[in-house]
């Protein structure tokens, strides 16, 4: 087969990595995300297979030959793991670390996946060579194996339809389903990014979907509060000089953001190194306003396009929102209960507020414009804050009194806890979706404006309740606030002090450790780890067939 044979390349394309044809026939949805969006997770099989090549280098096992190929005509690159000449004929290697496929009858074979590497490897030589590879050979290190796979021509058109399909992939905007092989599923590095148990659940109400998305994120946020301190580098870890010279490192690996309170600085150095290692980093102001993100490259363009698609569209953009309205509305009307069920909270306005709130969130699920929409959920919050101060305990101070919501500046102590909570909040939720890749600026609900971005706004209102509201009542009625020193009073303004401010951040973070079980998935994980995964089921969204798990979360 010749180079001429195949396809004519796109001179607009770069060529394609032979090592992702593998992803290919393993599943055109791992292509996609790997190829296409660019999103690579590095698990510990991938380690695995990168240790066992190093090994592989440093043996003295026969006369083998690491090579790099590319070749523009085919459109193909890559470097083989090994090549051996046996009687005269160049024959291709592959090594993995796994077992290898067996046939009914028992006899080893190879995986498709595997086949399908090792013939474009043949390709490539053939074409660069200008001779002809009639065998390939996979080694499979944990059954110590060895199969032949015949080069033939059938062999060379695989790799041909491949080729064809890879190139088909990558200029579309739109990603393939999830593979019906479940199987598969359980052993990829990129299902907590795909989620494809959670979008069966969606087609298969009785299906129990095994847990595929990790539970819990040990790394740490590191909150830089003090004015002055200085964020750098040392070697592979994050460095932080306070004003009075103590020093701190912390390993990059152990650290999902970092969050500049004030006017903390941070060195450019430290920049590149947070954005390299996928660090988050967030400013929010001495006040305890969010300002902005850092949000590393331009992220996975076809997510945005397909965002852009779908949002454009009124009426779907009404559906969503009438999720949203739904899932806070309910939730602040299950806090009210909470507290009604309490001994000693026997308040009868209490007991009106939840009746009301019940009636209107009837009323939600028939709204049919954004206008009506947004009226229902301001009677809804103006019901909820109403009654918020009878859900706290008799004998707090006045001055942790809750005369209703205002917002900034707040203008009492209860109100400067809840502003400043939601900036927290709001900076994960913006976390979450520079993670997964969306637009924060194009959302579905909220209006632009120049304060947030409207998407992170649309996805704060799943978790004031749950992340910020619950937490501080609850703190405010085991008396947990000194009213003096967590304080600082200007004016008509009430601001958190230092300690104030630490004092919320401790609470807050303890909370996103907390693990909880979604109601719609059923399985337990962080309210920290739930932030994102809400994240990626709107972006299903507007996926066909994986639409109807977001905003699912209720309070019990």
């Known amino acids: ?28 949805r791992l292509y996609y995300f790997e190829e296409v969006e660019g999103l690579r997770v590095a698990d510990e099989a991938v380690y695995a297979g990168r240790r066992l090549h190093v090994e592989l280098e440093k043996s003295d096992e026969g006369s083998w030959e690491e090579l790099w190929l590319e070749n523009e005509s085919l459109g193909l690159r890559g470097r083989m793991d090994a090549l051996r000449t046996r009687s005269g004929q160049v024959i291709p290697y592959e090594h993995k670390r796994g077992r290898c496929f067996r046939r009914e009858d028992g006899t080893p074979d190879t995986w498709p996946s595997d086949r399908l590497q090792l013939l474009a490897y043949a390709s490539l030589i053939e074409a660069e060579r200008g001779i002809t590879v009639v065998e390939g050979r996979v080694r499979y290190h944990e059954d110590n194996v060895t199969v032949r796979v015949p080069v033939d021509d059938q062999g060379r058109q695989q790799v041909r339809d491949a080729i064809r399909q890879a190139r088909q992939l990558r200029r579309s905007a739109e990603r393939p389903p999830v593979t019906d092989n479940e199987r598969l599923c359980a052993r990829c590095s990129l299902a907590p990014v795909c989620l494809p148990e959670e979008a069966r659940l969606v087609s298969k109400t009785a299906w129990e979907p095994i847990r595929l998305f990790p539970p819990d994120d ?43 309170h004030g006017f903390a600085q941070i060195s450019t150095q430290a920049l590149r190194f947070c954005a390299a290692h996928e660090v988050g980093l967030h400013y929010v102001s001495g006040g305890g306003r969010y300002l902005g993100s850092l949000a590393a490259g331009s992220g996975p363009v076809q997510r945005r396009i397909r965002q852009y698609r779908a949002l454009v569209d009124s009426e779907f953009c009404l559906k969503l929102a009438r999720k949203l309205v739904l899932c806070r509305g309910d939730m602040q009307r299950q ?85 400043f909570g939601y900036a927290l909040l709001l900076k994960d939720v913006m976390n979450g979706i520079l993670t997964v890749g969306l637009e924060p600026a194009f959302g579905f609900y909220h209006q632009p404006r120049s304060s947030a971005p409207p998407l992170a706004l649309d996805l704060m209102e799943i978790f004031r309740c749950l992340l910020v509201d619950l937490p501080i009542l609850n703190s405010l009625n085991r008396q947990q606030w000194d009213v003096a020193a967590d304080f600082t009073i200007a004016g008509e303004q009430v601001w958190l002090s230092d300690s104030g401010r630490e004092k919320l951040i401790a609470l807050y973070e303890r909370r996103k450790t907390e693990q909880w079980k979604h109601p719609a998935i059923g399985y337990s994980l962080s309210y920290a780890r739930i932030i994102e995964l809400e994240v990626r089921l709107l972006e299903k969204e507007w996926m066909e067939g994986e639409a109807g798990l977001f905003a699912k979360l209720r309070l019990r």
């Open 218 to 260: 040990e790394r740490r946020i590191l909150h830089v509060l003090e004015s002055g301190t200085r964020v750098g580098k040392a070697g592979e870890q994050i460095k932080i000089t306070h004003r009075d010279g103590r020093t701190e490192v912390v390993p990059v690996r152990q650290v999902s953001q970092v969050v500049l």
């Open 335 to 419: 806090i009210l209960m909470r507290y009604s069920r309490k001994e000693g909270t026997e308040h009868d306005a209490l007991k009106q507020a939840i009746q009301q709130m019940k009636a209107l969130l009837a009323i939600v699920e028939r709204a049919d414009n954004p206008a009506t929409l947004l009226g229902l959920e301001g009677n809804l919050a103006a019901l909820y804050f109403q009654a918020l101060p009878l859900t706290l305990v008799e004998g707090l101070p006045p001055e942790l009194r809750f005369c209703g919501r205002n917002r900034r500046p707040p203008r009492d102590r209860v109100n400067a806890l809840l502003s």
């Open 1 to 28: 087969m010749l180079a001429s044979d195949w396809l004519p390349p796109d001179p607009e394309e770069d060529t394609i990595r032979v090592s992702s044809l593998h992803a290919l026939s393993y599943c055109p």
